[in-house]
């Protein structure tokens, strides 16, 4: 997160069509007067979500992820939205890949370890109109989902984040994420840990930068931004039921290898974002 503290381009959003539906087909506009949204929800049976979620090495949380995920699924059940779990096995040399497969996802390989080429990687297997990246190492609740649901039913969102918040509490850990929530709500900027998004939008603008190693999420944000406000739409950030992630890279990194981090990040950004050695904390496999 804190690699993208560059001054964030404040966007002022449009807002789109009155009510929307999209289908295998493609998106199908509506345009209904007030008094008819009752009848709303009928008109998004067949909806399809697909939840992608990037793993290198993720034996000791990923269980914990893909139960709170079906968990959370119901929301989208309720809508009667069919949903299906997709996992990138980002070339893990642990159990990753089986014991997602034991939690009833599909499981695709990505041998280069990069986030943003597992992410591409997962959402091109799926079969879905809207995705839904969720980090291995995070938790979204059933309410989270239902929020997101509730915007892709409006018609009017192209793609959203939401807050987050550590599972475990420290000073530096309430200060880091409070700081990012602020900027993420301000710059409509959405974390790598949860995404949604229309999938004809994410290959519209190509996906994730795979010459990025970190800040990823934030080039997608900014692109995601420039097309909803070509198509009247918007992005949302989600506040009301934060995301819980994990804290343990408090724990696995000292604080000098952090300022070392942030040095780089913030006196040669670009060098620092396209190179794994320099994002050390995302891909040395310390887990």
Not at 221 to 236: D, H, T
Request: aromatic share 10%.
């Amino acid at each position: 997160m804190l690699a993208a503290l560059a001054p964030p381009g404040f966007d002022a959003f449009c807002q789109g069509a009155r009510g929307a539906r999209l289908s295998r087909n493609g998106p199908r506009i509506y345009h209904f007067q007030d008094g008819e949204r009752g009848v709303a929800g009928a008109r998004w049976a067949g909806v399809k979500i697909s939840v992608v979620i990037p793993a290198f090495n993720e034996e000791k949380l990923i269980g914990a992820t893909l139960r709170s995920i079906q968990a959370a699924g119901a929301a989208f059940e309720e809508m009667g939205w069919a949903r299906e779990m997709v996992v990138c096995d980002n070339n893990s040399t642990d159990a990753t890949a089986a014991l997602a497969r034991a939690a009833g996802a599909r499981v695709v390989f990505e041998p280069i370890n990069q986030i943003g080429r597992a992410r591409n990687t997962g959402a091109a297997a799926t079969s879905g109109e809207w995705l839904v990246f969720v980090d291995a190492d995070s938790r979204p609740s059933r309410e989270l989902f239902a929020d997101a649901a509730a915007e892709i039913q409006s018609g009017r969102c192209l793609a959203g984040g939401c807050t987050v918040r550590m599972d475990a509490r420290s000073l530096a850990g309430d200060l880091g994420t409070g700081l990012w929530n602020q900027i993420s709500r301000i710059a409509r900027w959405t974390a790598g840990s949860f995404i949604f998004c229309e999938k004809a939008a994410f290959e519209k603008i190509g996906g994730f930068n795979e010459e990025l190693f970190a800040s990823e999420e934030i080039d997608l944000s900014r692109r995601l931004k420039k097309l909803a406000r070509q198509e009247g739409k918007k992005i949302v950030i989600l506040h009301r039921h934060p995301l819980e992630t994990s804290a343990r890279k408090l724990s696995l990194y000292t604080r000098l290898e952090y300022l070392r981090f942030l040095w780089k990040a913030i006196f040669n950004p670009r060098r620092t974002v396209t190179s794994r050695e320099a994002c050390k904390p995302w891909y040395d496999g310390r887990r």
